[in-house]
Every structure is written in C-alpha cells, then in structure tokens.
C-alpha cells in the first residue's frame, strides 16, 4: 500500500505533532521497564511502535492509557497537558487502543460492544434505532460489512477486530493504537485492515502501529520507533529503513538468519491419523496424515479450514465422529486431554490469555502445573526444591525475561508468557508437541529461539506439529506442510520442494 498520499496532504515534517510523551520513566520491583522514552505522533500519520518482547512497547502504551503511572515524564495531547486515570478517561479524550487479546462481550450483539455504558437516548430510554443507524454509519465509512446485531461470539478475530476500531471511530478518536493487529490475519484480511488504516490517516487520525512483522511495517508507516530494554533507540522515516536496519535497531547485533540451520532427520512413522472426521459440525472432513520422528510438519490454510481442530481433536479437547489415531503403530483412545497427555502429547495454544496462562499466578505454578504429578512426594506433598529447578530451567532455556519465579505470569510480555507455557509442556518431556501459532506477536529474536528450540526436540526423535498462518515461517521451519482447506486435506508437500503460490492455491482447492 502507498502513502503517496498522505505525503500530499501531510508535506514530510510538516504534520502536526498530534502526541508527545517525553521522558517516561516507569519502574516495577525488580526492574525499570521504561528509561526516558520519547514518542511523538504526528498527525494523519501511521508511526510504528517495534521491540523485542520486553522492550517496554506495552508498558509505554499503558503509560499512556492510564492503566500505569509513569514515575517521571510528561504526556501531550494535541499540545495539551494530559494525564489519563482511567482507559474510559482516554477513550473520551480520543485516544484509543485495539488490544491484541480482544476483550469484549462475546455474547452481547456488535451494536452493544460499540455503545455499552453510552447509548443514545430518547428521554428515559435506549433509542436502540439510532444506535443501529450510527453503527450502520460508521461501518459504511470504514466499508465493514457486519451487521450490528449479529453476536460478536460468531465473529471472526478479524471482524472482532473491525468491531473495535469502529468503537474507537464512533468516539471520534484522534490516535488510535493498533496492538499486533495482524497477528491472526489472512492477506485479504489485512489488506482491508490497511484500508481502514487510510481511510483513518486521510481523516487526521494518528496510528500508533505495535507489531513484529517487517514487511508490514515498512508498507505502511510513515515513522517507526524502535525500543530496546525499555530505552528509547531510535525514530527515523520508514523511507529511509530497511529489515535489517531495523533487526539491528531492535536487537543490538546483526541477525543474519531468520531460521536456524535445519540439522532434524525425519526418520519412521510415530503417528498416523486415519480418516479423522469430527462431531462438531461442520468440521474436519476425512482428514488423514503421518508424522514421523524427528519431523517438524506444518500446518497451513486460510483462517476457518479447521487447522486448530486437528491438534485439539488429538488433544481430546473434541469428539471423534470417525476415525483412527495411531500412536506407534498401535491404535490409541484420545476422549479428554489427560488420556493424550498420557499418550504423550503436549498442545500449545494460540490463545494464550484464554487456554495457556493463569494469569493472577506466579511463573513457577505456569510452569509446572502441566506436569504437577511428578512432583508428589510422599504422603501428596509437593516436591518444592524440584519444581523450583524445573522453573529455572525453563526460565534459562526458553531465555524469560523475569525478575523471579514469584512473578506472577499476567505481568510479563506476551512473547514471555509463550516462552513459559512452552517451557511447561517440554517438561512432560512429549512424544507428539503440538504448537498452534506458537510465534504469533512474538518478536524476531524469541522467533529464532523458539524454532530452533523444535529443531533440538525433533533431534531428539520427537514428532512436531506446527500450526502457522506464515508462510516463510513454514517454509523456513518445517520438513513437510500439510495444507486444511475448509475441513478437508487440501494437500500435502514436501517443504523443499513447495512454494507460496503453491500452498496459496491449495488452501483454497474446496472454498
């Protein structure tokens, strides 16, 4: 997408400064997650915020929000003093931020998510006409095509999504802060995402854009910012970046390879799936494949063609119509989640705020509550000493950011949570791991861990399942790609051997 035309309206530097945080210094115990960092967002621009996990993005964006009180430093608001208490205080204010963990009414209607707690009336009632006229209003300004009454449960991330940035327009907000908001996207998905982003910038609006993705940056900020350890790097003009200029920015050194180097040798089958059809309707269709050990097998399709049901059918989280699991050879009953972990398998799951963490608690209990039954001394007591050592182990292999295990989980960056919960099922030490996005919003250096963690395991004769909606991450991780299109096996290929357009066409072979 081309800015050309914010360069017209908005000559380069010649665009208000519409935010300023100057100077923010915020402290927790045990470490200073932000040291004098500046910010300014122009107007009718898109400034990408960038970091490694930890890097104080989040905590910067709190800052602001009034969620935390930065200890020292100064906000402005369209060359206003600001101090915000509360995010409601933000949002009347016109600052806005669509989160990366969505959190919104899932059983209430669209229409109720945008207006909740601030409904038009007429006298003493909710005048529930004009709510649906304005929702209607503004989604024909942003050209969604949702139907204000539909439940937001029946959403996809991508309309829940849309859903938010209309309630952030309906409060007629001048920046609005978009957290890893492709995180879960199609291509189409984000394209239309980046119209929007247009369709805002053309209108004044200031983006605040957090995510991970180089490419997409580079498309479509004007700014970029970057932060490393809670410090102020650098900001330049997205014109005068490059991917590698930025990895450097970010992580302090060169990162000359994305992928590590692939060193697994897939050798004999250690599971087959024959036939798999499930009871949830409509779901996966006749679906059959092998892993075998020592092999990493990616998973690709558009987002609805039911790849998450596959790994959740195998981790007893659903119910089998039809079908056989073979596990060694020998078939294996799968009908809730502790008979897989038994079998061997471990599952990781995308929603991490949702399915993987306990948030209000520590890392230590997050760490070993998977395999909880290995620490029962006698008499049922817990082994302290051993959970404790375990806990480091995953702190120290998976490289967490932590000022302790005490620390409780909730209070870590995203791409740390994932390391622990990861670290969690290593220590069931499984035959079979399956990671649904196990990298999404995580940021290039935690990537390169994570993937050559899978191919340390894949050493070690362990069978992976890698669920991904990336392609050069697939390309660039797995031996074979198995493609879902709408339920089915669209086909699978060997990852030498494929490319993109390839697996493009074969996720929409039954659309």
């Given at each position: 997408?081309?800015?050309?035309?914010?360069?017209?309206?908005?000559?380069?530097?010649?665009?208000?400064?519409?935010?300023?945080?100057?100077?923010?210094?915020?402290?927790?115990?045990?470490?200073?997650?932000?040291?004098?960092?500046?910010?300014?967002?122009?107007?009718?621009?898109?400034?990408?915020?960038?970091?490694?996990?930890?890097?104080?993005?989040?905590?910067?964006?709190?800052?602001?929000?009034?969620?935390?009180?930065?200890?020292?430093?100064?906000?402005?608001?369209?060359?206003?003093?600001?101090?915000?208490?509360?995010?409601?205080?933000?949002?009347?204010?016109?600052?806005?931020?669509?989160?990366?963990?969505?959190?919104?009414?899932?059983?209430?209607?669209?229409?109720?998510?945008?207006?909740?707690?601030?409904?038009?009336?007429?006298?003493?009632?909710?005048?529930?006409?004009r709510a649906y006229e304005d929702t209607k209003k503004?989604?024909?300004?942003?050209?969604?095509?949702?139907?204000?009454?539909?439940?937001?449960?029946?959403?996809?991330?991508?309309?829940?999504q849309m859903v938010e940035i209309a309630k952030a327009?309906?409060?007629?907000?001048?920046?609005?802060?978009?957290?890893?908001?492709?995180?879960?996207?199609?291509?189409?998905?984000?394209?239309?995402?980046?119209?929007?982003?247009?369709?805002?910038?053309?209108?004044?609006?200031?983006?605040?854009?957090?995510?991970?993705?180089?490419?997409?940056?580079?498309?479509?900020?004007?700014?970029?910012?970057?932060?490393?350890?809670?410090?102020?790097?650098?900001?330049?003009?997205?014109?005068?970046?490059?991917?590698?200029?930025?990895?450097?920015l970010m992580v302090g050194r060169d990162l000359t390879?994305?992928?590590?180097?692939?060193?697994?040798?897939?050798?004999?089958?250690?599971?087959?799936?024959?036939?798999?059809?499930?009871?949830?309707?409509?779901?996966?269709?006749?679906?059959?494949?092998?892993?075998?050990?020592?092999?990493?097998?990616?998973?690709?399709?558009?987002?609805?063609?039911?790849?998450?049901?596959?790994?959740?059918?195998?981790?007893?989280?659903?119910?089998?119509?039809?079908?056989?699991?073979?596990?060694?050879?020998?078939?294996?009953?799968?009908?809730?989640?502790?008979?897989?972990?038994?079998?061997?398998?471990?599952?990781?799951?995308?929603?991490?705020?949702?399915?993987?963490?306990?948030?209000?608690?520590?890392?230590?209990?997050?760490?070993?509550?998977?395999?909880?039954?290995?620490?029962?001394?006698?008499?049922?007591?817990?082994?302290?000493?051993?959970?404790?050592?375990?806990?480091?182990?995953?702190?120290?292999?998976?490289?967490?950011?932590?000022?302790?295990?005490?620390?409780?989980?909730?209070?870590?960056?995203?791409?740390?949570?994932?390391?622990?919960?990861?670290?969690?099922?290593?220590?069931?030490?499984?035959?079979?791991?399956?990671?649904?996005?196990?990298?999404?919003?995580?940021?290039?250096?935690?990537?390169?861990?994570?993937?050559?963690?899978?191919?340390?395991?894949?050493?070690?004769?362990?069978?992976?399942?890698?669920?991904?909606?990336?392609?050069?991450?697939?390309?660039?991780?797995?031996?074979?790609?198995?493609?879902?299109?709408?339920?089915?096996?669209?086909?699978?290929?060997?990852?030498?051997?494929?490319?993109?357009?390839?697996?493009?066409?074969?996720?929409?072979?039954?659309?």
């Open positions: 997408m081309n800015h050309a035309a914010h360069t017209q309206t908005h000559p380069k530097n010649a665009a208000r400064a519409l935010l300023e945080m100057r100077n923010i210094s915020k402290s927790f115990p045990g470490v200073k997650a932000l040291d004098q960092v500046n910010l300014t967002v122009r107007a009718g621009t898109v400034h990408a915020l960038m970091g490694e996990n930890g890097a104080g993005k989040s905590t910067l964006m709190k800052s602001l929000f009034g969620i935390y009180h930065p200890d020292e430093g100064e906000i402005f608001l369209d060359g206003a003093p600001i101090q915000f208490t509360t995010a409601k205080q933000a949002l009347e204010c016109g600052v806005a931020m669509v989160h990366q963990e969505l959190n919104q009414v899932r059983q209430a209607s669209v229409m109720d998510n945008i207006w909740l707690g601030r409904y038009p009336k007429k006298g003493l009632f909710i005048d529930e006409k503004i989604f024909e300004s942003l050209d969604i095509k949702l139907d204000p009454n539909v439940k937001v449960a029946t959403l996809s991330v991508s309309e829940m327009v309906s409060y007629e907000s001048k920046i609005l802060v978009l957290d890893e908001p492709t995180s879960s996207l199609t291509e189409i998905e984000v394209s239309h995402l980046f119209k929007i982003i247009d369709t805002l910038t053309k209108r004044g609006v200031g983006v605040i854009y957090i995510s991970h993705k180089m490419e997409e940056i580079l498309t479509i900020s004007d700014d970029v910012t970057v932060m490393r350890d809670g410090k102020w790097i650098a900001t330049e003009p997205a014109s005068d970046l490059t991917m590698d200029r930025i990895i450097n390879e994305r992928y590590p180097a692939k060193t697994n040798q897939p050798a004999e089958v250690i599971l087959e799936v024959k036939n798999l059809v499930s009871l949830t309707q409509p779901s996966l269709k006749d679906v059959s494949f092998t892993l075998r050990k020592g092999e990493i097998l990616g998973i690709a399709g558009l987002v609805g063609s039911k790849r998450t049901e596959i790994v959740e059918t195998l981790f007893g989280l659903r119910a089998l119509a039809s079908g056989e699991v073979l596990l060694h050879g020998e078939p294996i009953e799968v009908k809730h989640t502790q008979q897989a972990i038994n079998h061997g398998f471990a599952l990781v799951t995308e929603e991490r705020r949702q399915t993987g963490i306990f948030g209000i608690l520590d890392i230590k209990f997050n760490a070993t509550i998977a395999n909880i039954g290995s620490y029962r001394g006698p008499f049922g007591l817990l082994r302290n000493a051993q959970q404790e050592k375990d806990t480091q182990w995953v702190i120290e292999s998976m490289r967490v950011k932590t000022p302790s295990q005490k620390t409780q989980i909730g209070t870590l960056s995203g791409g740390n949570q994932q390391k622990v919960i990861l670290g969690r099922w290593l220590l069931t030490e499984p035959e079979v791991l399956m990671l649904d996005e196990p990298t999404r919003g995580i940021d290039v250096g935690a990537k390169y861990e994570i993937y050559q963690l899978m191919i340390d395991l894949a050493n070690k004769d362990k069978g992976i399942i890698m669920i991904s909606s990336e392609m050069p991450e697939l390309i660039g991780t797995t031996d074979r790609i198995l493609v879902m299109s709408n339920g089915r096996v669209a086909g699978i290929v060997e990852t030498a051997q494929t490319t993109q357009a390839e697996i493009m066409a074969l996720s929409a072979k039954y659309l």
